[in-house]
Nanobody, 112 residues
Framework: QLQLVESGGGQVQPGGSLRLSCAAGRFSLDYYSIGWFRQAPGKEREVVGCISSSDDSVYYVDSVKGRFALARDNAKSTVYLQMNSLKPEDTAVYYC?????WGRGTQVTVSS
């Protein structure tokens, strides 16, 4: 198991930014496609975006296009989710995923 760990969550005002990180300790994420998901209270977990292992191509769900961006730092074996122009509806627990491995999530709260 990769033992994925998310970090970087917190509370911000609408319009603010956060950068989430996904790391796997001593394991390298270089060869994994990484997905970010989120789950809001009372809702099903949904995909936010993913970055391919082969060519770092990215996919984003329509609701975050133009606001969120995925990137890898292979030197740190970390995948980042940069979130800008945050909205209250972005409030959720955010999880990263690689194959069948999931982290425990990090809470993002957007409120004034």
């Amino acid at each position: 198991q990769l033992q994925l760990v998310e970090s970087g969550g917190g509370q911000v005002q609408p319009g603010g930014s956060l950068r989430l990180s996904c790391a796997a300790g001593r394991f390298s994420l270089d060869y994994y496609s990484i997905g970010w998901f989120r789950q809001a209270p009372g809702k099903e977990r949904e995909v936010v975006g993913c970055i391919s292992s082969s060519d770092d191509s990215v996919y984003y769900v329509d609701s975050v296009k133009g606001r969120f961006a995925l990137a890898r730092d292979n030197a740190k074996s970390t995948v980042y989710l940069q979130m800008n122009s945050l909205k209250p509806e972005d409030t959720a627990v955010y999880y990263c995923n690689a194959d069948e491995d999931w982290g425990r999530g990090t809470q993002v709260t957007v409120s004034s």
